[in-house]
């Protein structure tokens, strides 16, 4: 696990001194969405979220004006904490290691050689902050810092409900039918993951920090500052094996004669958030939402010499919610001797993490 918390140059978590994203690498701007103006029920607006949530899943959320203006000012607050825990010493941090669950910390796999990525990762469970359980450890640094915590799950969580029951609605679902997946004070895999990735090391190596994947829950909230995202440009409605991607570009077109590739996302601007939908949506849509496969490698250009952080939170089913399609006007039935999976969210979370290749974090 990278243990480094101070950026190439020597200067401390400064998102205002960045380099910006260059001009010159294959990039998407993903379509840019008010939650102030979501908020106030703006239709058209509404109506154009659906889309691109079919489509591809991703998306800018504009924060500013919203009822939850200050969750970026909270996400750089927690990524200064992040780089204090990530230089702990590793026998601190290795008594907080993965260990057959989710929280904690901990690393991944990028091939079938057992290859680790180059970044170190912290998941914090919503429900030990929030005083659910104690089951979960954590450094007393993290603690220290519960009510910045609590305050940007509780933000985190409610955005994604929102952004929830726009979909919902559109598929002619109640608009508060995802809500009760989704309570608060029932035990869930939601949680805060601090991910801090090295600068990069050599030009021509992508050095995954995070391998293609689809998200596991249901919708994700990402606050990042430099370049590093990738999206895979043949959105899919699929369920992608957690394998390590090639460079490669194999596969089914991605575009008018072009060839599916990775794509730079641009790093959002101030108090912008990332947001992208994962497997429950597509589960419980039977494909009408789209989860879109990515991954994270050191950013491009002059923003690869620097140390790179992302705080994201994971909305997730809860633990014992069955994840099979909804009925629903907008959601396409079952064909006639169609079986699915029955498969608890908690069993589901599990697998696709195995499959992932998380790991105990002991180097």
């Known amino acids: 696990m990278a243990t480094n918390g101070a950026h190439a140059n020597g200067t401390l978590f400064t998102p205002s001194k960045y380099p910006p994203f260059p001009k010159d690498v294959p990039s998407v701007k993903l379509e840019t969405f008010s939650l102030a103006q979501l908020e ?5 607006l509404e109506d154009d979220l659906f889309e691109t949530c079919k489509e591809r899943g991703f998306f800018y959320l504009d924060l500013n004006g919203s009822q ?8 750089d607050d927690i990524a200064r904490l992040a780089e204090k825990v990530f230089k702990l010493p590793a026998e601190v941090k290795e008594q907080y290691a993965l260990n057959d669950n989710i929280f904690g910390v901990g690393s991944t796999k990028t091939d079938a050689k057992g290859t680790p990525d180059t970044a170190g990762f912290l998941n914090i469970a919503k429900d030990r902050i929030l005083d659910n359980t104690d089951r979960w450890g954590y450094p007393q640094l993290v603690l220290d810092h519960k009510p910045l915590l609590a305050r940007y799950m509780r933000n985190a969580h409610g955005t994604g ?12 679902l109640p608009a508060d039918g995802f809500d009760g997946y989704h309570r608060l004070a029932e035990e869930s895999g939601d949680h805060v993951r601090m991910t801090h990735g090295p600068p990069r090391r050599t030009a021509e190596l992508p050095e995954i920090q995070t391998p293609g994947h ?3 829950g249901t919708i994700t909230i990402l ?3 430099l370049g590093g995202l990738q999206v895979w440009s043949d959105p899919s409605r699929g369920y992608f094996g957690n ?4 460079e490669s570009t194999a596969g089914p077109a991605g575009g008018e004669g072009e060839a599916p590739r990775w794509l730079w996302v641009q790093p959002p601007p101030p108090n912008h958030a990332i947001v992208n939908l994962g497997d429950a949506a597509v589960k419980w849509t039977g494909g009408v939402l789209c989860s879109g496969r990515h991954r994270v490698v050191p950013a491009p250009g002059e923003q690869g010499k620097f140390d790179r952080y992302s705080i994201v939170y994971f909305v997730r089913p809860e633990d014992s919610t069955v994840l099979k399609r909804l009925e629903a006007p907008g959601i396409p039935k079952l064909e006639p001797g169609e079986r699915e999976e029955v498969i608890t969210a908690k069993e ?4 696709q ?5 998380q790991q105990l974090a002991t180097n």
């Open 68 to 75: 939850v203006d200050s969750m970026g000012q909270d996400c």
């Open 243 to 246: 394998v390590v991607d090639p």
């Open 348 to 351: 589901w979370i599990l697998q």
């Open 223 to 225: 606050f990042n500052w």
């Open 214 to 216: 689809t998200d596991f």
């Open 353 to 357: 993490a195995r499959g992932l290749g």
């Open 40 to 44: 106030k029920g703006d239709r058209a």
């Open 161 to 172: 409900l929102k952004v929830l029951s726009i979909l919902a609605a559109r598929l002619g």
